[in-house]
């Protein structure tokens, strides 16, 4: 145990795909001195075995969700955190679900639970963003549901302008999601992305590249309405290519692309933290994906960059001195060799 230490904070880690969750316990523990909590889903949890961790324990995997929220509440009662910190989306809908149970046992920073369904339902996301004027993808469903039946004829799909872009409606923790260049072989990727998702229902769209591929991503604090931080980056490469965690990011500047993800993220009423994302047409029109309650994958390039979200979100949450919100940077980029090796291993 740390001598002197500050508070004691949860970290949830969930199923951590994106392996943020020890750089989030090395930012509190380096920042605020914090006595990390690490709950994980199993022993090899990369941080529970981390010199960060100062407590251990586990919790049932997350996709068992009824023993993972029962845990968690047993868990929190244990320890009586300060704070808890969620690092996957699972983690997030499990406090979500138990705010009640939990109420005056710790503290969480969390959009409204209105707000955190529209982000994990990416279909009421866009249309909330189209409500206010943000560019969305065009939406080929309606059309795809109708044709769908047993016979599943290959000239049905001829009004479908190709290549389109397939995904979970729902947002399941993990990419489950692909292009379809023509329609030789729509119909078998249809049917194995909604035996992926979470709720078998796939949403079919206009397909947007822009040229480079790239995607265009803006995340934020927001702590009672007040917007505590904001960093763009430039997701420049991702594995897999088309949609999938970053492997390559650069930092990203861009007022009108902040702005209109802020008015968004607003619309929403959000409070914590918020990932905003979006890919380019050909035209420079930016095109919004989506809303995420969680860490990111680039998050290291923003921590690197002065932008501590996690620490922040602690100190301001507690009432505790944090450090003074960064001067822009103008510039970095940063890789992830290893997930780039690890997919293609």
Not at 182 to 205: A, K
Not at 233 to 243: D, L, M, N, Q
Not at 294 to 318: D, E, I, N, P
Request: glycine letters at 6%; one cysteine or more.
């Amino acid at each position: 145990m740390k001598t002197n230490p500050g508070p004691l904070i949860m970290i949830l880690d969930g199923d951590d795909a994106i392996q943020v969750a020890l750089q989030v316990a090395t930012e509190l523990s380096q920042d605020l001195r914090a006595t990390i909590i690490g709950i994980g889903t199993t022993e090899s949890s990369r941080l529970l075995r981390s010199r960060y961790c100062d407590i251990a324990d586990i919790a049932p995997p997350v996709q068992h969700t009824t023993e993972y929220r029962q845990s968690l509440v047993q868990l929190i009662r244990k320890y009586r955190p300060d704070m808890i910190l969620p690092i996957d989306y699972r983690s997030v809908a499990a406090l979500d679900a138990i705010r009640t149970d939990i109420f005056g046992a710790t503290n969480l920073c969390l959009p409204p639970s209105d707000s955190l369904e529209i982000s994990l339902d990416k279909s009421k996301t866009l249309a909330v963003a189209r409500k206010i004027g943000i560019q969305v993808p065009e939406d080929y469903t309606t059309f795809v549901r109708g044709i769908d039946s047993p016979k599943r004829s290959p000239g049905d799909l001829e009004q479908l302008p190709f290549p389109v872009f397939m995904k979970a409606a729902r947002e399941a923790g993990r990419h489950v999601a692909a292009k379809v260049d023509s329609p030789m072989g729509f119909w078998s990727t249809y049917d194995r992305l909604r035996g992926e998702s979470e709720d078998g229902t796939v949403l079919v769209q206009e397909y947007v590249n822009g040229g480079d591929g790239h995607n265009y991503c803006y995340s934020f604090l927001f702590v009672e309405n007040s917007v505590e931080l904001s960093f763009g980056h430039e997701k420049v490469k991702s594995v897999p290519r088309e949609a999938g965690a970053v492997t390559r990011a650069r930092v990203l500047r861009d007022p009108h692309l902040e702005a209109m993800s802020m008015k968004l993220l607003r619309e929403l009423k959000w409070n914590g933290v918020g990932f905003v994302e979006y890919k380019k047409r050909s035209d420079g029109t930016y095109v919004l994906l989506e809303i995420n309650a969680r860490a990111w994958g680039a998050y290291a390039l923003a921590k690197k960059s002065g932008y501590h979200f996690h620490s922040t979100m602690v100190a301001r949450t507690l009432n505790l001195p944090a450090n003074s919100p960064p001067v822009p940077p103008r510039a970095g980029e940063m890789a992830f060799p290893l997930r780039e090796l690890t997919f293609w291993l």
